[in-house]
């Protein structure tokens, strides 16, 4: 497994078409139990998957996120992408569009090299 997405239902879905597995969450409880046992279910010093992790978990590379989902992980999130570890983390709008007060990759882009085109 290269990819997994966490998010809305509706979401699940629509990746489960192109290949992509998932896993539906609806709260913050949710977001937190499903992230921590798909990032934390690989022990790489044992080099073995540990009982409660997600199946494939230690094979993926990227792991797609919700926006309101990266929101309710918050803090958890932030110490996971500075960490440097495998998966990457890629967030995207939900079903209801992008959340206020959010920039986009183009934004970010942007701020980052200083010129607007």
Same mark, same amino acid.
């Given at each position: 497994?290269?990819y997994f997405?966490?998010?809305?239902?509706?979401?699940?879905?629509?990746?489960?078409?192109?290949?992509?597995?998932?896993?539906?969450?609806?709260?913050?409880?949710?977001?937190?139990?499903?992230?921590?046992?798909?990032t934390?279910?690989?022990?790489?010093?044992?080099?073995?998957?540990?009982?409660?992790?997600?199946?494939?978990?230690?094979?993926?590379?990227?792991?797609? /996120?919700?926006? *309101?989902?990266? %929101?309710? #992980? =918050?803090?958890?999130?932030?110490?996971?992408? !500075?960490?440097? +570890?495998?998966? /990457?983390?890629? *967030?995207?709008? %939900?079903? #209801? =569009?992008?959340?206020?007060?959010?920039?986009? !990759?183009?934004? +970010?882009i942007?701020?980052?090299?200083?010129?607007?085109?």
């Amino acid at each position: 497994m290269d990819y997994f997405f966490i998010g809305d239902p509706e979401l699940v879905t629509a990746f489960r078409f192109v290949g992509i597995q998932g896993q539906a969450v609806s709260s913050q409880d949710e977001a937190a139990a499903v992230f921590q046992k798909f990032t934390r279910g690989w022990d790489e010093t044992a080099g073995t998957v540990l009982p409660e992790a997600i199946p494939g978990a230690e094979n993926c590379r990227v792991l797609i /996120l919700t926006e *309101e989902t990266a %929101g309710w #992980l =918050g803090e958890t999130l932030t110490e996971w992408q !500075l960490s440097g +570890s495998y998966p /990457l983390v890629v *967030e995207i709008p %939900g079903t #209801l =569009g992008r959340l206020p007060g959010r920039k986009t !990759l183009v934004d +970010s882009i942007r701020e980052a090299i200083g010129v607007r085109v």
